[in-house]
């Protein structure tokens, strides 16, 4: 199981949620909600928001989670993801809206907690005997 899959279990659990229930608050499939939580199948940058607004808490957080060398290049790819994503919003891309402040404050809090999940990674990882 990923780290990423038990933190998401975890939180679903301590919100007392089913996976049907989260999978009908999310809009996703509830297969592939066991698969991310199993560690099968990892989300998209949009599906851990949608999962984390469904769980009540920022997708940043389940960053944070990730502390193992294999996860490195997944918040690698994560990070990819959501600056591109962050870059279209900017430019007025879909979904934009009139809260333009709002939204920064909100994606400068996922920017931070993804960049301090991957710093710490990369710090275990370089230490002898690191997380492995």
């Known amino acids: 199981m990923s780290a990423l899959g038990q933190a998401i279990r975890a939180r679903r659990r301590e919100l007392d949620l089913t996976q049907a229930e ?3 608050a ?3 499939a509830g297969s592939h909600i066991c698969q991310i939580e199993t560690g099968k199948s ?3 940058v ?3 928001q949608v999962i984390a607004k469904a769980l009540n808490v920022p997708s940043g957080n389940f960053m944070a989670a990730m502390t193992s060398k294999s ?3 997944l918040l ?3 990070a990819g993801q959501a600056m591109q ?3 279209l919003r900017l430019a007025g891309g879909p979904g934009i809206g009139n809260d333009h402040d709002g939204l920064l404050t909100h994606l400068a809090g996922e920017a931070f907690a993804m ?3 991957m710093m710490k990674v990369r710090a275990e990882a370089a230490e002898p005997g690191g997380a492995a």
């Open 46 to 48: 949009e599906a851990l």
């Open 115 to 117: 960049a301090k999940a």
């Open 71 to 73: 996860d490195a290049g």
């Open 26 to 28: 999310t809009g996703l």
């Open 76 to 78: 690698d790819k994560f």
């Open 22 to 24: 989260l999978s009908k």
């Open 42 to 44: 990892m989300p998209s």
């Open 85 to 87: 994503s962050l870059i």
